[in-house]
C-alpha cells in the first residue's frame, strides 16, 4: 500500500462533469482543464490519459499560471513562482496515481528535445471530485537520473519552512518519510512507472489554453 500524507489542497478541472458510479467521468485526451494547487497557484494542462490506474497530463510551454491573493505563509504572502507568467521551456508530462503522495513528471532539455530525466514530485495524493482533482505540492522532490542515480530537492529548507508556518514539524517529518521511502525503492533500483513515457512527443497542436474567469473560486 502506497503512503499518504494529509495536507490541504486543491486541483480544479475547468468545467462540470457528471457522475458515474458515484465518480466523476473520465476526461478525454486533449482537453484543457485547470491544475488548482491549494488556493494559491492554477494552471492549465492537457488531459493525456485518465483511465482508473492513472491520470496523466501534459503542461505545454507558455501554460498560463494564476496566483490569486491571500495571506499564504510565505515572505511576501504570494507563490514562490509568483510574478512568472506562464510555464517556460519543453512542456512537461506528469503522471499521477490513485493513493501515490507523488507524481512521476517528465522533462526534455535542448533543441532536439532531448529526454533529461525524472521528477518526483512529492504532493498529496491526488482526489477526484465533481469537477477534477484535488492536491498539494509538499515542496520536497527527488530528481532521478537516467543512469539511476538520484538526489533530493529542497530537503534543507524544510525547517525553515515550519519557521514561516508553512508546514508544522509533524507534516515535515511526514513528508521526508515519504521522500525516504521513495529513495530506498530507488536505491534497490526499482522503477515503478512506464519509462515508456519518456519517449512521448505532444499533439503538435496542443498548446497554451487561458485560465478562465472564476477559476480560483469553483
Same mark, same amino acid.
Given at each position: 500500500?502506497? $503512503? +499518504? #500524507?494529509? @495536507?490541504?489542497?486543491?486541483?480544479?478541472?475547468?468545467?462540470?462533469?457528471? &457522475?458515474?458510479? =458515484?465518480? *466523476?467521468?473520465?476526461?478525454?485526451?486533449?482537453?484543457?482543464?485547470?491544475?488548482?494547487?491549494?488556493?494559491?497557484?492554477? $494552471? +492549465? #494542462?492537457? @488531459?493525456?490519459?485518465?483511465?482508473?490506474?492513472?491520470?496523466?497530463?501534459? &503542461?505545454?510551454? =507558455?501554460? *498560463?499560471?494564476?496566483?490569486?491573493?491571500?495571506?499564504?505563509?510565505?515572505?511576501?504572502?504570494?507563490?514562490?513562482?509568483?510574478?512568472?507568467?506562464?510555464?517556460?521551456?519543453?512542456?512537461?508530462?506528469?503522471?499521477?496515481?490513485?493513493?501515490?503522495?507523488?507524481?512521476?513528471?517528465?522533462?526534455?532539455?535542448?533543441?532536439?528535445?532531448?529526454?533529461?530525466?525524472?521528477?518526483?514530485?512529492?504532493?498529496?495524493?491526488?482526489?477526484?471530485?465533481?469537477?477534477?482533482?484535488?492536491?498539494?505540492?509538499?515542496?520536497?522532490?527527488?530528481?532521478?537520473?537516467?543512469?539511476?542515480?538520484?538526489?533530493?530537492?529542497?530537503?534543507?529548507?524544510?525547517?525553515?519552512?515550519?519557521?514561516?508556518?508553512?508546514?508544522?514539524?509533524?507534516?515535515?517529518?511526514?513528508?521526508?518519510?515519504?521522500?525516504?521511502?521513495?529513495?530506498?525503492?530507488?536505491?534497490?533500483?526499482?522503477?515503478?512507472?512506464?519509462?515508456?513515457?519518456?519517449?512521448?512527443?505532444?499533439?503538435?497542436?496542443?498548446?497554451?489554453?487561458?485560465?478562465?474567469?472564476?477559476?480560483?473560486?469553483?
Amino acid at each position: 500500500m502506497e $503512503a +499518504t #500524507v494529509t @495536507v490541504c489542497g486543491t486541483v480544479l478541472f475547468l468545467g462540470l462533469r457528471s &457522475t458515474l458510479g =458515484g465518480r *466523476p467521468m473520465a476526461w478525454t485526451p486533449g482537453e484543457a482543464v485547470v491544475l488548482r494547487e491549494g488556493p494559491w497557484l492554477g $494552471a +492549465t #494542462v492537457i @488531459v493525456v490519459r485518465d483511465e482508473p490506474d492513472a491520470l496523466v497530463t501534459y &503542461t505545454p510551454e =507558455g501554460a *498560463p499560471f494564476g496566483f490569486p491573493p491571500g495571506p499564504w505563509p510565505t515572505p511576501d504572502g504570494r507563490h514562490p513562482w509568483y510574478g512568472r507568467s506562464g510555464w517556460k521551456g519543453h512542456g512537461m508530462l506528469a503522471v499521477q496515481r490513485p493513493g501515490q503522495a507523488h507524481a512521476v513528471c517528465h522533462f526534455w532539455w535542448g533543441e532536439e528535445r532531448r529526454f533529461a530525466g525524472w521528477y518526483l514530485n512529492l504532493q498529496k495524493p491526488f482526489v477526484r471530485t465533481s469537477i477534477g482533482f484535488d492536491t498539494q505540492d509538499l515542496e520536497l522532490d527527488i530528481w532521478v537520473r537516467l543512469d539511476g542515480s538520484w538526489s533530493f530537492k529542497d530537503r534543507e529548507l524544510m525547517p525553515q519552512r515550519v519557521v514561516e508556518g508553512r508546514w508544522t514539524e509533524e507534516e515535515v517529518a511526514e513528508i521526508c518519510a515519504e521522500g525516504d521511502r521513495l529513495g530506498a525503492r530507488l536505491d534497490r533500483g526499482e522503477r515503478w512507472w512506464d519509462e515508456a513515457w519518456a519517449s512521448w512527443s505532444p499533439d503538435p497542436g496542443w498548446g497554451p489554453t487561458p485560465l478562465p474567469e472564476g477559476w480560483e473560486k469553483t
